[in-house]
């Protein structure tokens, strides 16, 4: 059975931060594109960061950009979003997500997403 878990998230004051990891079990997903999205109440899910396969490649939103690194480490199946300069508007349950295998779009869509974690909150207090 596949399975992303996400941990690491929590309360944390404006301008701390945070380290996210996903675990992935069931298959390995080294030659699978991995994006964080985040859902705040009341608002749909969006795309956070993406990592290609092989790691050459990342995105970002413009909102988290300069202040959010995403990185994988295959041999461990595990990506992270190392999230810093954290703002109250980044409150939101944050998401693991995988693409298709050799997709090299690194920027999904939600419609593009094959596998989901069950996220973690993260509350930046101001």
């Known amino acids: 059975q596949v399975q992303l878990v996400e941990s690491g998230g929590g309360l944390v004051q404006a301008g701390g931060s945070l380290r996210l990891s996903c675990a992935a079990s069931?298959?390995?997903?080294?030659?699978?594109?991995m994006n964080w999205f985040r859902q705040a109440p009341g608002k749909e899910r969006e795309f956070v960061a993406g990592?290609?396969?092989?790691?050459?490649?990342?995105a970002y939103a413009d909102s988290v950009k300069g202040r959010f690194t995403i990185s994988r480490d295959d041999a461990k199946n595990t990506v992270y979003l190392q999230m810093n300069s954290l703002k109250p508007e980044d409150t939101a349950v944050y998401y693991c997500?995988?693409?298709?295998?050799?997709?090299?779009?690194?920027?999904?869509?939600?419609?593009?997403?094959?596998?989901w974690g069950q996220g973690t909150q993260v509350t930046v207090s101001s």
């Open positions: 069931g298959r390995s997903f080294s030659s699978s594109p």
């Open positions: 997500a995988a693409g298709r295998r050799y997709y090299t779009n690194y920027r999904l869509s939600v419609g593009q997403v094959d596998y």
């Open positions: 990592i290609s396969w092989r790691s050459s490649s990342t």
